[in-house]
């Protein structure tokens, strides 16, 4: 009688757990806890669903995730205003400006970090991105037991709301057994919202596996992932840039391969994040290479490396790295030199080590089931203290400890810089003495033979473009684009040849087919079908002009058909008629408002 009574108890028991584990899942998933955006000035769905999902990170106990990011999200955002509830339609319409201070935040934006901020901003800092591995990846398992990961991330006036995405994508999207720590190395940064405002944020908000190192003066990227690298404990040291969002399942591919042979240095696919919209999209599968100008460049990957039996997701050995995101034993980190101390700043680190890794006994892979979204920036906002031409200095270095007699390759291009100073390198000669490292001479004929060395009355060649197929974009509308309040339509204001011309508005001419406009599924308005409608980039109150069609989005982004607007990405503005009556029809960007200035048509 007994045991049949215990057998109930345990059955009730039993019954009882799996009542409150359906209860809590319902509740985390189906209750109004969601992650409100009542903070982000877009219109929008103010509610997105927030999905309970395990915690892997260890540290102090978090607030549920929508009372602690509001919380702190509110700090740094305050400023801007509520908007309404109404639907958002259109992803790129996150960068819509509706005032002022929109205004503001997006133009200081690009010019201080040269991409927009105030898209960034109004994402927050948790977002999903594509999964944009291929198909073979996704099939592929890893050890349970793999090295543990040190993220090193060096910044210098990074956006607030960038850095925190690149912060928190690593910590939702890596195994918390490998993420032993991330160390956040600011270079002595200016901007006040990168002080105490972000330190209550990381102690608030984030595990205390997050650390963060202040320099007390501008090192560069260089020495400062030095510094970040011996604050370091973790087996492998992951190097980030501060505008990145890693890709699902992206650590353990890395640390795999390291864990198979330490002299591996491996790096992701780098997926492109556009600056103007900050749509995450995939990148093709290319290997580094670099021209004698010791400027990095990307080659296709040879046939022959794609067509094994893994096919796009075998690794895939690299003559060089782009240098911003990689992944590197710790102790064969220190083995090998670490980074040159005697560079400044920035430029040339990244052939110096790719060099050093091959003749001195490692390899360097990219690992296409990794993927790691960047910001890829048309310029750099930020330069050199005292204006220096760190990218110089640091190449004469390099090229005068490892190039050998094919340094002349170099002073062929850059004759003035035979008498310049690049310091001491009797460390750097030593250190390549020590490790036994090969020749120049080597690297050329087995791990880049492409490489053609010049004859000494040859010029360089321009780089060749990738072999891809030219697709042409599928048209979606095509006709003239007619104000609906004044019956003019959009023109050339001189020929829609001239690059750099504005765009105004003149009476329509069924007869000219210098008013035919295409607007196709890159959503480009392309005139005559020869220059793109643009916008400039940190001059959001230039008028239109017509440019070169650069396929990137963008500046020459535009949606159309939305309440009859024409909406521009970059600018967050809509197109308007400046004055309806004046005869020269001059054409701007402004707030958009609905107003019927605003109200075009494509008629065919």
């Excluded at 993420?179 to 200016?190: F, G, K, Q």
């Excluded at 190039?403 to 003035?416: I, N, S, V």
Aim: with cysteine; hydrophobic share 35%; charged share 25%.
């Amino acid at each position: 009688m007994g045991s049949v009574t215990l057998r109930y108890f345990c059955y009730g028991c039993l019954f009882t757990s799996v009542t409150w584990t359906l209860l809590l899942f319902i509740y985390f998933n189906f209750s109004s806890e969601s992650y409100t955006f009542s903070n982000v000035p877009f219109q929008g769905n103010q509610r997105a669903p927030w999905r309970f999902k395990p915690r892997f990170t260890k540290g102090p106990k978090h607030l549920p995730e929508t009372q602690h990011q509001d919380k702190a999200d509110s700090q740094f955002m305050k400023h801007i205003p509520k908007m309404s509830e109404k639907k958002l339609e259109h992803f790129s319409e996150l960068g819509m400006i509706f005032n002022e201070v929109d205004q503001q935040i997006r133009n200081a934006g690009y010019q201080k970090h040269a991409f927009n901020v105030l898209i960034s901003n109004r994402l927050g800092y948790n977002r999903d991105v594509p999964d944009t591995r291929d198909s073979k990846c996704k099939d592929k398992s890893y050890p349970m037991i793999l090295p543990s990961a040190s993220i090193i991330i060096c910044f210098f006036n990074e956006a607030l709301s960038v850095l925190l995405r690149t912060v928190k994508s690593v910590l939702d999207r890596s195994p918390a057994n490998l993420l032993h720590e991330i160390i956040l190395v600011d270079d002595h940064s200016d901007f006040i919202n990168l002080k105490d405002e972000l330190e209550d944020y990381i102690w608030k908000s984030l595990p205390r596996n997050v650390k963060m190192v202040r320099n007390s003066e501008r090192e560069g990227l260089i020495r400062g992932r030095m510094i970040g690298a011996s604050h370091a404990t973790g087996d492998v040291l992951v190097f980030l840039d501060s505008h990145c969002e890693v890709n699902e399942l992206w650590l353990q591919p890395l640390l795999a391969s390291i864990m198979q042979d330490r002299k591996t240095v491996v790096c992701p696919v780098i997926d492109i994040i556009n600056a103007d919209t900050l749509i995450y999209s995939a990148s093709p599968i290319v290997r580094g290479g670099f021209n004698w100008g010791l400027h990095f460049k990307w080659d296709p990957v040879p046939a022959s490396m794609l067509n094994g039996p893994e096919g796009q997701a075998a690794a895939i050995k690299s003559p060089t790295m782009a240098g911003g995101l990689f992944a590197m034993n710790r102790d064969y980190f220190n083995e090998l030199g670490q980074y040159d101390s005697g560079m400044d700043i920035w430029g040339g680190e990244n052939l110096e080590i790719s060099f050093r890794i091959w003749m001195c006994g490692g390899q360097l892979k990219i690992i296409p089931c990794s993927r790691v979204g960047h910001i890829f920036r048309k310029r750099r906002p930020y330069g050199s203290p005292r204006g220096q031409d760190t990218m110089a200095h640091n190449s004469l270095r390099l090229a005068h400890v490892w190039m050998d007699e094919f340094k002349e390759q170099y002073f062929a291009l850059r004759p003035e810089l035979r008498v310049r100073n690049y310091g001491n390198i009797s460390e750097r000669v030593e250190l390549r003495r020590r490790l036994k490292c090969k020749s120049f001479k080597w690297y050329l004929d087995n791990v880049y033979p492409e490489m053609k060395v010049l004859g000494p009355n040859e010029k360089a060649r321009a780089q060749q473009p990738l072999n891809r197929a030219v697709k042409r974009p599928k048209v979606l509308q095509h006709g003239r684009i007619r104000h609906l309040l004044s019956g003019k339509c959009i023109s050339a204001q001189s020929h829609p040849s001239q690059k750099g011309g504005i765009v105004v508005v003149k009476e329509c001419d069924l007869s000219d087919p210098n008013q035919i406009w295409i607007y196709n599924e890159e959503h480009e308005l392309i005139l005559a079908n020869l220059l793109c409608l643009d916008m400039a980039e940190t001059h959001s109150s230039d008028s239109p002009r017509l440019m070169k069609c650069h396929g990137s989005g963008g500046s020459q982004q535009w949606i159309l058909g939305i309440n009859n607007r024409i909406y521009q990405v970059s600018a967050g503005q809509c197109l308007q008629v400046v004055d309806p009556d004046n005869i020269k029809g001059y054409i701007a960007m402004a707030i958009c408002d609905g107003s019927i200035v605003q109200q075009w048509q494509i008629e065919s």
